[in-house]
């Protein structure tokens, strides 16, 4: 569970977030909507744990990060967050493979039988040897789905996962975390009104404040 009081973020002298609190249950199925430069992607660093909140509390699962070093952030990242960006960032000296298994360099469990239901499920793993330069578009975020969801976390955070796709492909991974997303919570940045309706829940962001 996602809790936010009175957030507010801001870079040198433009204030970037602005008084947010919102609240999301575990499970839920919500989108982030709102025009470029509106704070969306600041807002899911926060969440992420990978950008320090500067005013306002943020519990996750109950417990109030605010205070957690930066070692502790990462462990809850490895354990309970699964991150996907329209940029895919995968790494392009690594195999498929190699990056899908990338989160296991900080966890000890390595389920392989969930990699290999992953990679099936994702149509994929004719993928596992070449090189992320070598595949397409609509095949690097499915990489990306599979990497998110290989400590089995109990949120996807993903920050406009289909803005570099065209729409065929980009409704194909939409599916496919949609089918992933079981148990979990799944917070998708979007400006595409088609794509934040067919989620439980619209959170509209404008210059900074949920509208
Ligand atoms: N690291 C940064 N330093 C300075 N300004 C930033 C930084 N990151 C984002 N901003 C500014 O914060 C605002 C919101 O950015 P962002 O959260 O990326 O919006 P969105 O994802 O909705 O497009 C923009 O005006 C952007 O220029
Ligand atoms: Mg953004």
Redesign the pocket.
């Known amino acids: 569970m996602i809790e936010i009081k009175s957030l507010s973020q801001t870079?040198?002298t433009?204030t970037?977030l602005k008084d947010i609190s919102f609240t999301i249950n575990h499970g839920e199925y919500v989108a982030l909507l709102?025009?470029?430069?509106?704070?969306?992607?600041?807002?899911?660093n926060i969440l992420g744990l990978l950008q320090n909140i500067q005013y306002g509390d943020y519990w996750l699962d109950g417990q109030h990060t605010n205070k957690l070093n930066n070692n502790q952030k990462a462990n809850i990242r490895n354990k309970k967050i699964g991150f996907i960006f329209q940029q895919y960032h995968l790494l392009s000296e690594l195999s498929v493979y190699e990056n899908i298994k990338l989160p296991w360099q900080y966890t000890s469990e390595h389920d392989h039988t969930h990699l290999d239901e992953l990679v099936t499920s994702l149509g994929i793993v004719h993928l596992l040897k070449k090189k992320p330069t070598q595949l397409s578009g609509g095949e690097q975020q499915r990489v990306a789905i599979a990497r998110s969801l290989i400590n089995n976390p109990t949120m996807i955070l993903a920050?406009e996962p289909t803005g570099a796709l065209d729409e065929k492909n980009g409704i194909n991974v939409m599916s496919l975390l949609k089918k992933h997303r079981a148990n979990k919570t799944l917070l998708v940045?979007t400006h595409n009104q088609s794509i934040a309706e067919k989620c439980d829940r619209i959170i509209m962001?404008r210059d900074?404040s949920i509208v």
């Open positions: 870079f040198n433009s970037v709102g025009p470029s430069g509106a704070g969306k992607s600041t807002l899911m920050d940045v962001l900074g």
